[in-house]
């Protein structure tokens, strides 16, 4: 499996961007794929994700204002990111998980892609 984002870059507070993130090879198990941050001296912090079924969830710092949507056909995750801040700097990386449990799941992970908000 590869992930390859793209999308990020400079952007003006209260600006917006769209990340894609790109996937081939085989996928097996995959049933959750989403977009994840980390800003420089914390933690990598899930944004949004979306399951197989459709359903999302986002993050709070997020919600209203970010919106995670997958084409199946192209194989594809966007995060359209509306009403950025500067607090939503950071390098983003899109994932793919096999959920298995609540304890046991597969992750893939791409290349990350720098957002920067001025403010």
């Known amino acids: 499996v590869q992930l390859q984002a793209s999308g990020g870059g400079l952007v003006q507070a209260g600006g917006s961007l769209r990340l894609v993130c790109f996937t081939s090879?085989?996928?097996?198990?995959?049933?959750?794929m989403g977009w994840y941050r980390q800003a420089p001296g914390k933690q990598r912090d899930l944004v949004a994700v979306i399951r197989s079924g459709g359903s999302t969830n986002y993050a709070d710092s997020v919600k209203g204002r970010f919106t995670i949507s997958r084409d199946n056909a192209k194989n594809t995750v966007s995060l359209q990111m509306n009403s950025l801040k500067p607090e939503d700097a950071a390098v983003y990386y899109c994932?793919?998980?096999?959920?298995?449990?609540?304890?046991?799941?597969?992750?893939?992970w791409g290349e990350g892609t720098l957002v920067t908000v001025s403010s």
């Open positions: 994932n793919a998980a096999a959920i298995y449990s609540d304890i046991l799941r597969e992750d893939y």
């Open positions: 090879g085989i996928i097996p198990d995959i049933n959750e």
